[in-house]
């Protein structure tokens, strides 16, 4: 019996290769058949014998898949998934929570550099042939707060500590994690915003997140704060962040995820007031996006592929989709 694989991703030959490269005795006897794509206009006209589908965009032809057993998001996030409605909730959905906990992290640390540190300054300097010397500031010491310490904020605070930094954050529970100072319930952000050197939002969208930064919290912080988001561009509400930036209510922010979600994963167009904010570095929606993403993500979709040949439960399944029992996934990823 043949599985029908459809994977739509910018890098999707990639991913048809580590399935090869696993199971090439499944390809060469037709066990398996892949039907790698770029994008949605490369998908075959006929979906209706696809059994499973890896995507990072969603795929409108779901309800046409009359034999779909499972789906993989390449993301770490399920919340357009979930918006969308597209998917059956029978039908297990395999993300990888905290995937890009790596690249994110790594990218976020160096945000906090090039703000104290001014390489931005001196590189604009270098290209006007101006000598003058800037004084720095330094990491150590400063309190990091962290919102949503889930798999990409522990990684962050991994690496905060190493600079020496206070590192402080929310959970939806008080525990002992590995690198953070001191714990929040996700209800009482307020007082991590209010006591943060810089700010970091590390959560996923939710009815309690969506616009939780708005004009009055980002007064709550400290007029010599810095604001990062590489979480999503609707946790801010746009023209607030404006203000606090025009206003001098924060010292600056820097913003990797946007609210236009056409093309994904988000988008700025050019006439948009956020381009010529003081003090902002924006950035294309590209944290996570490194040349380990796809074998990260692709170990997951190769594993459940095995376990799914095999009639086992499938890992690293999202709460809330798919009826049978699923297994957590915790071995380390990167």
């Not at 075959?44 to 993989?72: A, C, F, Y």
């Not at 357009?80 to 790596?102: A, D, N, Q, T, Y």
């Not at 962290?146 to 991994?158: C, D, F, H, S, V």
């Not at 590995?178 to 714990?183: A, F, N, S």
Request: hydrophobic residues 40%; contains cysteine; proline residues 6%.
């Amino acid at each position: 019996m043949t599985t029908s694989i459809l994977i739509i991703q910018e890098e999707a030959a990639r991913y048809a290769a580590l399935i090869e490269e696993s199971f090439p005795r499944e390809i060469k006897d037709g066990t398996l058949k892949l039907y790698p794509c770029k994008d949605e206009s490369e998908i075959p006209e006929d979906v209706s014998q696809i059994n499973i589908v890896g995507t990072w965009p969603l795929v409108r032809q779901i309800p046409q898949m009359k034999d779909l057993k499972w789906v993989m998001t390449f993301s770490s996030g399920i919340d357009h998934w979930e918006k969308s409605g597209l998917l059956p909730r029978e039908i297990p959905l395999v993300h990888v929570p905290g995937g890009s906990g790596v690249p994110v992290a790594e990218f976020v640390m160096g945000l906090l550099l090039n703000h104290v540190k001014k390489y931005t300054e001196i590189w604009d300097n270098q290209k006007q042939i101006k000598f003058e010397r800037i004084q720095g500031r330094e990491l150590c010491g400063k309190t990091l707060g962290i919102i949503g310490l889930g798999g990409i904020g522990r990684e962050i605070a991994k690496r905060a500590k190493a600079f020496d930094m206070n590192v402080i954050g929310t959970e939806l529970q008080i525990m002992d994690i590995p690198h953070v100072d001191r714990v929040y319930l996700a209800g009482d952000f307020e007082e991590v915003l209010r006591a943060s050197d810089f700010v970091v939002l590390s959560c996923p969208e939710t009815r309690d997140t969506l616009n939780m930064m708005n004009i009055d919290r980002f007064r709550m912080m400290k007029p010599t704060a810095y604001f990062i988001n590489c979480a999503r561009g609707s946790l801010v509400v746009k023209e607030d962040l404006i203000k606090a930036l025009d206003e001098g209510c924060i010292a600056g922010a820097s913003i990797d995820v946007f609210w236009i979600k056409n093309p994904l994963p988000s988008y700025l167009p050019p006439d948009d007031p956020l381009w010529k904010a003081k003090n902002v570095f924006l950035s294309p929606h590209i944290s996570s996006w490194t040349d380990m993403y796809t074998i990260r993500f692709g170990e997951v979709f190769v594993e459940n592929i095995g376990r799914h040949l095999r009639g086992e439960p499938l890992i690293s399944v999202a709460p809330g989709f798919g009826l049978q029992a699923q297994v957590i996934y915790s071995r380390k990823i990167g």
